[in-house]
Every structure is written in C-alpha cells, then in structure tokens.
C-alpha cells in the first residue's frame, strides 16, 4: 500500500508468530495474523498504509527497520518481544533511522519476572502500550496516526 500519505511499519519480534497458541492466558487467543488483519482495516479507515513484518532474528528485524529509512516509512509500531529486555542493536536501529515509533506489549511487563521489567525501548519510544493485549496495537496505530498528523497535516 504504499504511496499513502502516511505509511507504518508494524514489527513484531520472536514468538509473536506463535500468538493464539503460546500462552493465551498471558498474550490472549488471537493469532497474528488476526491482529495484523484488524490493523489494516483500521489503517485503511485512517487512511494509512500498513506494512507487517515479524521475525525470530534479530538481524532480520535490524535490516527491516534500516529499509524503513528510505522505502516511505513515517512511523513504526514495534512488539520487540523478549527482544524488549535484550536488544541494544535493535534499540539503536530505532534510533538511528530518526521516525518515530510507539513500543506495544501485550501483556504488561511490569507486572511480570523481574528481568522483563526493564526495556530498551520505551527511553526512546514516542509512548509504550502494555498490558492491554491485542487492543494496545490499535490504539498505538491510532497514537501514531494522530502524531503524524499533527507534525505534517494529513
């Protein structure tokens, strides 16, 4: 969908592939591909475009967010999974392409193991949503659509 005015790049990294299967009690029954199908439906009523990508390497969801500089991105929306308390490499990708982006959780990572308490993320993320399960990426792509609005008319 590219050449709206405004185009997203959603990213979701290790075992969101799994989502409907792994856990649901923590990260909810809807599959990925369920969730990222809403999203379109609601970038399209926004009127932007959505690009998905989701990955289990880090190295792939890096070389995703280096392509966003130049391929029309304007904003990202990132589930980095356990990628969240790990990854200063993909920290610094985010950083060093200059667009904003909103940091989604599904479950709340406050309220669980120590270790996932800490992110790289949300120091440098327009805002972070937890704890809501699948709703938090809608109203991060809401978030999004809004702030991009206000920055260059839509």
Do not use: C, W
């Not at 990708?93 to 800490?118: C, K, M, Q, W, Y």
């Amino acid at each position: 969908m590219a050449g709206h005015a405004h185009d997203v790049l959603l990213l979701n990294g290790p075992n969101l592939n799994l989502l409907g299967r792994r856990e649901p009690g923590i990260y909810g029954a809807r599959s990925l591909e369920d969730i990222v199908t809403g999203l379109r439906k609601e970038a399209a009523a926004l009127g932007i475009g959505l690009t998905a990508f989701q990955s289990n390497a880090e190295h792939e969801l890096v070389d995703r967010v280096h392509a966003a500089a130049d391929d029309g991105t304007a904003a990202v929306l990132i589930n980095p999974g356990a990628f969240t308390h790990t990854s200063v490499a993909l920290r610094d990708a985010l950083t060093g392409i200059d667009l904003p982006f909103i940091e989604v959780h599904l479950s709340n990572i406050h309220a669980r193991e120590p270790f996932r308490r800490h992110s790289y993320f949300s120091d440098v993320a327009l805002g972070s949503i937890v704890g809501l399960g699948a709703t938090g990426y809608t109203l991060a792509l809401r978030a999004i659509a809004s702030h991009l609005q206000q920055q260059g008319g839509a």
